[in-house]
């Protein structure tokens, strides 16, 4: 996410998540806490080739470490392998966040690769580690949202 966050930004957020729902390429979901409609963060499933789809997720710094990611997680891998009949879904993360990791193996994703120096990001260059879920015939999921 952008920092700081401008109002384009989040308009360009917004236009992003209509056209990919309508096109069906990108789904794109507010997490909200359910005592309260406060948006605290986004995940979304990017639809690819051969049945596969990307997990990206950020959440506000004041609720890290209370389970929103993982609990949005599950209801999004539940929601792509379910109602979007994917083979595969995956996520990366930088090397240098373990927390985000530590979000896809609670979800029961396995590491399936490590991608040295992959992108680049304020300059330099980071290394990626990917977790994937493709056994959609064992999941087990809490009923979270759907």
């Known amino acids: 996410m ?5 109002e384009k930004d989040a308009i360009f957020w917004l236009n992003m998540a209509h056209q990919g729902l309508r096109k069906g390429s990108n789904y794109i979901f507010a997490i909200n806490l359910k005592s309260d409609p406060a948006f605290i963060g986004g995940i979304s499933l990017s639809i690819e080739p051969y049945s596969r789809a990307l997990i990206g997720y950020w959440i506000a710094e004041p609720f890290w470490n209370l389970g929103y990611a993982t609990e949005a997680t599950t209801a999004i ?8 009949n994917l083979h595969k ?13 530590k979000v896809m193996i609670k979800n029961g994703m396995i590491k399936e690769a490590e991608l040295k120096d992959h992108i680049s990001k304020d300059g330099n260059y980071h290394t990626l580690i990917q977790y994937e879920y493709s056994d959609k015939n064992n999941l087990t999921f809490k009923n979270y949202l759907f």
């Open 89 to 101: 879904i995956y996520s990366n993360h930088m090397e240098q966040n373990p927390s985000s990791g």
């Open 77 to 84: 891998i539940k929601f792509g392998f379910e109602q979007l």
């Open 2 to 6: 952008p920092l700081p966050y401008y």
